[in-house]
């Protein structure tokens, strides 16, 4: 009998894992996406209603990724016909249109580069995980959804504007961070920064918690 291989794991501010694929825009590589944001992000299977709700999800938000910088790019371990029928099928039956590719990964490559088969769930089908990679191909954040529950597209637009802000301005966000809301400023590294941080102007709650308007 033989064991079940592990699966493997991406690890977060590394280089994501590379990867050349087949998808309903033609073959794309990792590489294609360089100097661009990247939200890749897997499916259980084509023609499932959970994973129906999450691509036109993701469809009708299409234009605020665009804004964004934010190309999406899906995956199942599907065929790619089987792409293109449910393509079309979403259409037909719900008028949306899926314009971001889809990759047809029939032989596991990209799915467990990326750790996205998980035999606890399935040995057959990818889980509902999501990678968001920046544009220097670093693996930023990474989520990871049960097969019976649809994730939120609204989170991951808040994540990459959240990230792109920590980028751009040198801070951390809190809790649910909205654009317009403050930021976190970060903690002072000494005990004299410590001491001179209640006077620097800023909202000052404690010595290690301080933020500010951007």
Same mark, same amino acid.
């Given at each position: 009998m033989t064991d079940t291989p592990s699966p493997t794991f991406p690890r977060l501010n590394e280089?994501?894992? #590379? !990867?050349?694929?087949l998808t309903t825009d033609g073959v794309k590589s990792l590489s294609d996406?360089?100097?661009?944001?990247?939200i890749l992000f897997s499916h259980p299977a084509d023609f499932t209603p959970v994973c129906t709700t999450e691509f036109t999800a993701f469809a009708n938000r299409q234009d605020e990724f665009d804004a964004l910088g934010v190309e999406l790019l899906g995956l199942s371990i599907d065929s790619h016909y089987s792409h293109i029928a449910w393509?079309?099928?979403?259409?037909?039956? !719900?008028?949306? #249109?899926?314009? !971001?590719?889809?990759?047809a990964d029939l032989d596991m490559k990209v799915a467990q580069a990326y750790g996205m088969v998980q035999p606890g769930a399935s040995d057959t089908q990818a889980v509902r995980a999501t990678f968001i990679i920046d544009p220097d191909g670093v693996l930023r954040a990474m989520v990871y959804y049960p097969l019976t529950n649809g994730r939120s597209v609204d989170e991951f637009l808040r994540m990459v504007k959240a990230m792109q802000t920590s980028d751009a301005c040198g801070v951390a966000t809190p809790e649910n961070w909205q654009p317009g809301d403050d930021v976190i400023v970060k903690p002072p590294q000494t005990v004299a920064e410590a001491n001179a941080r209640i006077d620097e102007g800023l909202n000052t709650v404690d010595w290690y918690f301080t933020t500010r308007t951007l």
């Open positions: 280089p994501a894992p #590379d !990867f050349t694929a996406y360089a100097g661009k944001w990247l393509v079309r099928s979403i259409k037909e039956s !719900f008028g949306v #249109d899926i314009t !971001f590719p889809i990759i």
